[in-house]
């Protein structure tokens, strides 16, 4: 009897803990402002959150033409390579240049972590969110609100490093060694974690249920070989528009650069987040693997600060902050060319679709300030789930049978 005691009591911690995280029912005014937005569901919704470099430019490109996906938002995040000044109007001006100058909502500085938050909350559907740069972002909008933990379906993030432990010489810091930015040292990490390493790892901890990375050590297998780059447009046929093709053309010169220097980074996570939802085998990336990653925060690492490394089961068996994610270890430069310029070619822009009075993000304003009144912003430190009522009468109706019995 006593153990089954402990049984019902259990049962009801895993019930009220459940009920207390990451999640809160929507009120009946919200649920009244998600119905009025009345948002299509047909294709996969998705977040792009960007520091607005030209290679996240290509990416957005390229995910505009994807008819799978309905590209809620575009947000924008400073602290990458470009400054905050710069971020919302790089791409409002890009938008504009391919066609869709108000087919998709843009938000930067705070108005970015609102867009986040509140596309997350009323949605009908969980959304993806495609990381292009750091994740400043995301990691603020989850600290003031992580109900919306629970909306997000798969997070795609360009860039970060998943080294394995052993593979390091020695796991002693070198003092003598200071660690900044850019440094030789800091150099085989990847800039998209270590520009904010404290909010890579609180996001990675924070619940989301799946991460997918492009590694930069796979983007790097993917140079921007202009010779193959032309010889494959020769090959399929393909003419871009001249302002596209200059774009995507000149990124060496854009960043002041040697052509070796460069790589397709951030529009070959955008590829594999594609290839993911569409369970594609044919995609061009070739291997995936799934590791748990940790990565260094201690400012007095120093050469290892801002480092990813997996199998640190033998060396470190009991560390804490390790994350699941699914990584493409291996990629196929040709297959990869011949999609991206398939799919920015196709002009299709299906996302750029909606009239700008259907736009997510003014359908949420018109229906917000429709029901403003009653809506109360969302606080985690209640305890106001819909479920928690029913799973209590639950945990209560089983603990009378078992003393009727």
């Not at 297959?335 to 991206?340: H, P, S, V």
Request: charge should be negative.
């Amino acid at each position: 009897m006593v153990n089954q005691n402990i049984l019902l009591t259990i049962v009801f911690l895993i019930i009220v803990n459940n009920c207390r995280v990451y999640s809160r029912a929507l009120t009946y005014a919200e649920q009244q402002i998600q119905l009025c937005i009345n948002q299509d569901s047909t294709r996969q919704p998705l977040i792009i959150d960007t520091d607005s470099d030209v290679d996240d430019l290509w990416a957005i490109h390229y995910v505009l033409n994807v008819p799978t996906i309905d590209v809620l938002a575009i947000t924008t995040v400073g602290d990458g390579y470009t400054k905050p000044l710069y971020s919302g109007s790089n791409v409002l001006t890009f938008l504009d240049l391919i066609g869709c100058s108000n087919g998709v909502g843009v938000g930067f500085g705070a108005t970015a972590i609102e867009l986040i938050k509140l596309t997350l909350k009323y949605s009908k559907v969980p959304v993806d969110i495609l990381v292009l740069g750091t994740m400043t972002n995301l990691a603020t909008a989850i600290s003031e609100d992580r109900s919306i933990v629970s909306k997000i379906g798969t997070l795609y993030f360009s860039g970060g490093q998943f080294k394995p432990l052993s593979n390091y010489s020695s796991l002693m810091p070198n003092l003598t060694i200071f660690n900044y930015l850019y440094d030789t040292e800091t150099l085989p990490g990847n800039p998209n974690a270590y520009l904010d390493i404290f909010a890579m790892q609180r996001v990675a901890t924070s619940g989301i249920k799946h991460i997918v990375a492009m590694p930069g050590s796979t983007q790097n297998t993917l140079p921007v070989n202009l010779t193959q780059l032309f010889e494959t447009l020769k090959r399929m046929n393909i003419t871009l528009k001249p302002f596209v093709l200059n774009f995507i053309s000149s990124l060496a010169k854009c960043q002041n650069a040697t052509e070796s220097d460069m790589k397709w980074w951030d529009n070959s996570a955008a590829q594999f987040m594609v290839q993911m939802q569409t369970n594609n085998s044919q995609g061009f990336c070739r291997q995936t693997k799934n590791v748990q990653s940790l990565y260094i925060m201690s400012a007095d690492a120093h050469q290892f600060y801002g480092q990813g490394v997996i199998d640190t089961d033998m060396l470190l068996p009991n560390a804490s902050g390790l994350v699941n994610y699914t990584i493409c270890t291996q990629a196929d430069s040709s297959i990869f060319l011949a999609e991206f310029l398939t799919k920015i070619n196709s002009e299709k822009l299906y996302s750029c679709q909606h009239q700008y009075s259907q736009r997510f993000d003014i359908r949420l304003q018109q229906c917000m300030l429709k029901y403003d009144s009653a809506v109360q912003p969302t606080n985690m430190a209640k305890t106001d789930h819909f479920l928690t009522p029913f799973f209590l009468s639950v945990y209560l109706f089983l603990y009378i049978i078992y003393f009727l019995v």
